[in-house]
């Protein structure tokens, strides 16, 4: 069994911690902090106080009222004012996972390490990457359905364009009534990196193309961004497991209470709000 390490919370930063936005610099105290440290300490640990949490199920979790950073940067205060306990343990090669449990939870290290297994069966980087192709094969099926069609993928260059900034690219080119979108799927737990949203919107201001971005969960600030990009937010909630992971999906949700899912199709009505949306803006334009 890997070592749990109890450590101050001020001693680490790693994949499962973004208490602050990706990439900002330090800001002044939000105070959305204070009211997301009582919810979670009298929403969750006290009213689960026999339970073990890790810092991303937290943040999902809470994501309907605070922010992925606010959540993290609750948990860190709560924990440095010793009013829960925390604990550091590895998970993956170099990436490690943050534990947060009731002071009144005792004997705490088990639940971590079944907590532990079951967050390192699904981060399997083979795991990951197939869930990622299978939300891009998804909406890939998804999307015509709604007169979108696929025009390009992995798109570095498109009709002339080229980007030459970075190395990134965009997942797919779809079309319809002559709008050209710039596709980026995210089937994802955490936010997309916010200087990948940043590149992303970028390359499509380069290429030509209208900022599309499937995913999972955003925060108003990247929805704003992308909208004054005259792009579209489309968010689907639940992560999207490959087909033949069901019981898998299931045990996650059960166990860890995450929105993870295998269905077989998506849901007509996730590609109808981008159909009305793209609508409107058809109208809009016109004289």
Same mark, same amino acid.
């Given at each position: 069994?890997?070592?749990?390490?109890?450590?101050?919370?001020? #001693?680490?930063?790693?994949?499962?911690?973004?208490?602050?936005?990706?990439?900002?610099?330090?800001?002044?105290?939000?105070?959305?902090?204070?009211?997301?440290?009582?919810?979670?300490?009298?929403?969750?640990?006290? #009213?689960?106080?026999?339970?073990?949490?890790?810092?991303?199920?937290?943040?999902?979790?809470?994501?309907?009222?605070?922010?992925?950073?606010?959540?993290?940067?609750?948990?860190?205060?709560?924990?440095?004012?010793?009013?829960?306990?925390? #604990?550091?343990?590895?998970?993956?090669?170099?990436?490690?996972?943050?534990?947060?449990?009731?002071?009144?939870?005792?004997?705490?290290?088990?639940?971590?390490?079944?907590?532990?297994?079951?967050?390192?069966?699904?981060?399997?980087?083979?795991?990951?990457?197939?869930?990622?192709?299978?939300?891009?094969?998804?909406?890939?099926?998804?999307?015509?359905?709604?007169?979108?069609?696929?025009?390009?993928?992995?798109?570095?260059?498109?009709?002339?364009?080229?980007?030459?900034?970075?190395?990134?690219?965009?997942?797919?080119?779809?079309?319809?009534?002559?709008?050209?979108?710039?596709?980026?799927?995210?089937?994802?737990?955490?936010?997309?990196?916010?200087?990948?949203?940043?590149?992303?919107?970028?390359?499509?201001?380069?290429?030509?193309?209208?900022?599309?971005?499937?995913?999972?969960?955003?925060?108003?600030?990247?929805?704003?961004?992308?909208?004054?990009?005259?792009?579209?937010?489309?968010?689907?909630?639940?992560?999207?497991?490959?087909?033949?992971?069901?019981?898998?999906?299931?045990?996650?949700?059960?166990?860890?209470?995450?929105?993870?899912?295998?269905?077989?199709?998506?849901?007509?009505?996730?590609?109808?709000?981008?159909?009305?949306?793209?609508?409107?803006?058809?109208? #809009?334009?016109?004289?």
């Amino acid at each position: 069994m890997p070592a749990l390490m109890d450590d101050h919370f001020d #001693a680490y930063y790693d994949e499962y911690h973004d208490a602050l936005e990706p990439d900002e610099p330090e800001r002044p105290r939000d105070r959305r902090i204070d009211e997301a440290k009582d919810v979670l300490l009298e929403g969750l640990f006290r #009213a689960q106080p026999e339970r073990v949490f890790y810092e991303r199920q937290i943040q999902v979790l809470s994501e309907r009222r605070f922010f992925h950073w606010i959540t993290g940067r609750a948990l860190g205060e709560l924990a440095a004012e010793g009013r829960i306990g925390t #604990a550091l343990a590895p998970l993956i090669g170099p990436i490690n996972v943050r534990f947060y449990w009731s002071t009144r939870l005792r004997y705490w290290r088990r639940s971590a390490e079944a907590v532990r297994q079951l967050v390192a069966r699904y981060s399997r980087p083979e795991f990951t990457r197939a869930v990622g192709q299978h939300g891009e094969t998804m909406f890939d099926a998804a999307l015509p359905t709604g007169g979108f069609m696929p025009r390009a993928k992995d798109v570095r260059e498109y009709e002339g364009r080229k980007w030459e900034q970075t190395a990134h690219d965009l997942d797919r080119v779809f079309e319809r009534d002559g709008v050209r979108y710039g596709v980026e799927i995210k089937n994802t737990l955490p936010y997309i990196d916010r200087r990948e949203l940043q590149i992303k919107l970028a390359m499509c201001e380069a290429l030509g193309l209208r900022p599309l971005f499937i995913m999972r969960s955003a925060p108003k600030s990247y929805i704003h961004q992308v909208n004054q990009a005259g792009g579209f937010v489309l968010r689907f909630d639940w992560q999207l497991y490959p087909f033949g992971y069901e019981a898998f999906a299931e045990e996650i949700h059960e166990k860890l209470g995450l929105p993870v899912d295998c269905p077989r199709a998506i849901e007509t009505g996730t590609v109808q709000r981008f159909l009305n949306w793209h609508r409107r803006q058809q109208g #809009a334009q016109k004289p």
